[in-house]
Nanobody, 123 residues
Framework: QVQLVESGGGLVQPGGSLRLSCAASGRTFSSDAMGWFRQTPGKEREFVAGINGGGGMTYYADSVKGRFTISRDNAKKTVYLQMNSLQPEDTAVYYC????????????????WGQGTQVTVSS
């Protein structure tokens, strides 16, 4: 079993940047794909970005492509989401998730989720 803890959320002005971290503990996760999702009240959880176990393959939602970058450091058992040029519509609770199945934008294939971290973009 792997456990995930997100950090790095907060309040930022439009155009600003934040870097989210997702620290994993428990079993080795270097072969697992990892994803970042976000959710706002009343809406379904939305895929943001994903990365495969080795870190050589990444995938982004169109809404964040060119602004967000996902990366991972398997030695530190941490996955990152660098978010630049943030806009108010990026406001959400951000979750990281782990899957042994493979890189996917479908939240149903992710077996383990963190507790989430709030990102608020506002002036």
């Amino acid at each position: 079993q792997v456990q995930l803890v997100e950090s790095g959320g907060g309040l930022v002005q439009p155009g600003g940047s934040l870097r989210l971290s997702c620290a994993a503990s428990g079993r080795t996760f270097s072969s697992d794909a990892m994803g970042w999702f976000r959710q706002t009240p009343g809406k379904e959880r939305e895929f943001v970005a994903g990365i495969n176990g080795g870190g050589g393959m990444t995938y982004y939602a169109d809404s964040v492509k060119g602004r967000f970058t996902i990366s991972r450091d398997n030695a530190k058992k941490t996955v990152y989401l660098q978010m630049n040029s943030l806009q108010p519509e990026d406001t959400a609770v951000y979750y990281c998730a782990d899957t042994t199945i493979g890189l996917s934008e479908n939240p149903a294939v992710y077996q383990t989720w963190g507790q989430g971290t709030q990102v608020t973009v506002s002036s």
